[in-house]
């Protein structure tokens, strides 16, 4: 049989959200979301990662509150990233497309011998580097 749902009144104090997070159950995902200050990346309470320490943790009632402060979604959590967090990868790869595609213009307009890098040597490099 399955324990009752709680409401979001369940989760008023830090107390009750942290003893939530403790056996990482899955009665506040939704509802939730811990961010670790040392990281800079949150999670659902039920997250397989390590309990982080309780000085480290702030909480936030959704993924949208802690994207808007600053964190991100942690490697567990990826896959709930928020349509703001969707967006902004869409637009950094929207801008990455735009630079390769100036400095093709640019390769074409000048000429190889003043633009020595390739189009397929800048994408390898723009690929390799991480946005953050």
């Excluded at 939530?20 to 990662?49: K, N």
């Excluded at 402060?69 to 928020?82: P, S």
């Excluded at 801008?95 to 400095?103: P, Q």
Aim: hydrophobic fraction near 30%.
């Amino acid at each position: 049989m399955r324990a009752p749902r709680r409401g979001p009144s369940d989760f008023d104090t830090d107390e009750q959200r942290w003893a939530v997070i403790q056996p990482g159950t899955r009665e506040a995902d939704g509802r939730l979301v811990h961010a670790v200050c040392t990281t800079g990346a949150y999670g659902r309470p039920s997250s397989s990662a390590r309990v982080p320490n309780r000085e480290n943790v702030n909480f936030s009632d959704s993924a949208e509150d802690a994207e808007s402060a600053g964190c991100r979604a942690d490697r567990r959590t990826v896959g709930d990233q928020t349509t703001a967090a969707s967006r902004r990868t869409k637009r950094v790869t929207q801008e990455g497309h735009a630079v390769a595609l100036r400095a093709r213009e640019l390769h074409n307009e000048l000429g190889a011998s003043l633009t020595p890098v390739t189009e397929a040597v800048y994408g390898s490099a723009l690929n390799s580097t991480s946005c953050s």
